[in-house]
């Protein structure tokens, strides 16, 4: 499975943006997929994550009410509406998606897409 995020960008305050991740390879075996963030000097942590038919979705309390994950199985790609943005959400964003294979968990992840925003 390859990921590969786009859509990150400088953007102002209470601002929005888009970020998108396409995946390839052998996507029909995906379950799980999300987004993880790593903050400037700051531990990568989960930003939200969806499960593969859509119908579950979870997501940190900080971006609760203004993030909202989406997944298009027909497209391969999961998306990530971030609206109200804030200058604590400027971080590094990743996608990763997870599978089952034999038994084994495996996990895949993006390169990464840089979220700044001002002030």
């Known amino acids: 499975v390859q990921l590969v995020e786009s859509g990150g960008g400088l953007v102002q305050a209470g601002g929005s943006l888009r970020l998108s991740c396409a995946a390839s390879?052998?996507?029909?075996?995906?379950?799980?997929m999300g987004w993880y963030r790593q903050p400037p000097g700051k531990e990568r942590e989960s930003a939200a994550t969806i499960t593969s038919g859509g119908g579950s979705t979870n997501y940190a309390d900080s971006v609760k009410g203004r993030f909202t994950i989406i997944r298009d199985n027909a497209k391969n790609t999961m998306y990530l509406q971030m609206n109200s943005l804030k200058p604590e959400d400027t971080a590094v964003y990743y996608c990763?998606?997870?599978?089952?294979?034999?038994?084994?968990?495996?996990?895949?992840w993006g390169q990464g897409t840089q979220v700044t925003v001002s002030s």
């Open positions: 390879g052998s996507t029909f075996s995906i379950n799980a």
């Open positions: 990763y998606a997870a599978r089952v294979v034999a038994g084994v968990h495996l996990q895949y």
